[in-house]
T-cell receptor, first 109, second 113 residues
Framework: QKEVEQDPGPLSVPEGAIVSLNCTYS??????FMWYRQYSRKGPELLMY????GNKEDGRFTAQVDKSSKYISLFIRDSQPSDSATYLC?????????FGTGTSLTVIP | KAGVTQTPRYLIKTRGQQVTLSCSPI?????VSWYQQTPGQGLQFLFE???????NKGNFPGRFSGRQFSNSRSEMNVSTLELGDSALYLC????????????FGAGTRLSVL
């Protein structure tokens, strides 16, 4: 079983839709949970990170962590064409990092 | 504050050659990690350096090596290049302590012909 599982998509939504991106994990020791956005042929850009359980909001983006279910989510409200990218979840405990394979998102104008 | 800088951005090499990639971390970051990214495999961890010492290593052959200097800058070397080494090589830096959030550079795109 992989440490982190992420549905690769692709996911295609109309502009203005609410997008839900998810990852599951198996290691209960993970403490930090991150979401990265990667545009084509660019490096991943850190969007948000959360420590332990709970929610974190930043503008149109909300990250949720449910440690009891080993499940994390990223919600994008009022999605824009500029949100079209690959979204990677990542988790770490100490100095060990694990990444999901990424979900490709296209927002159609 | 400057971000993570990787040079060069693009490289074209032929099989059998060797290549050195460079990474300058965010000021104050002591940990540098290297990843290989390909469409089929996603992000694959190569190794991590912290205070000039390799702290973690992924499952790559010995042709892949790295080092870190006293100013935290890091280099990655790939010897005897193979066609399958064509990929985007990403460097990420972090503080390296308890709050170990990684920040990525733009990557070096290596093409092996």
């Amino acid at each position: 079983q992989k440490e982190v599982e992420q549905d690769p998509g692709p996911l295609s939504v109309p502009e203005g839709a609410i997008v839900s991106l998810n990852c599951t994990y198996s290691n209960s020791a993970f403490q930090y949970f991150m979401w990265y956005r990667q545009y084509s042929r660019k490096g991943p850009e850190l969007l948000m990170y959360t420590y332990s359980s709970g929610n974190k909001e930043d503008g149109r983006f909300t990250a949720q962590v449910d440690k009891s279910s080993k499940y994390i989510s990223l919600f994008i409200r009022d999605s824009q064409p500029s949100d079209s990218a690959t979204y990677l979840c990542a988790m770490c405990t100490g100095n060990q990092f694990y990444f999901g394979t990424g979900t490709s998102l296209t927002v159609i104008p | 504050k400057a971000g993570v800088t990787q040079t060069p951005r693009y490289l074209i090499k032929t099989r059998g050659q060797q290549v050195t990639l460079s990474c300058s971390p965010i000021s104050g970051h002591r940990s540098v990690s290297w990843y290989q990214q390909t469409p089929g495999q996603g992000l694959q961890f190569l190794f991590e350096y912290f205070s000039e010492t390799q702290r973690n290593k992924g499952n790559f052959p010995g042709r892949f090596s790295g080092r870190q200097f006293s100013n935290s800058r890091s280099e990655m070397n790939v010897s005897t290049l193979e066609l399958g080494d064509s990929a985007l090589y990403l460097c990420a830096s972090s503080l390296g302590g308890a709050e170990n959030i990684q920040y990525f550079g733009a990557g070096t795109r290596l093409s092996v012909l």
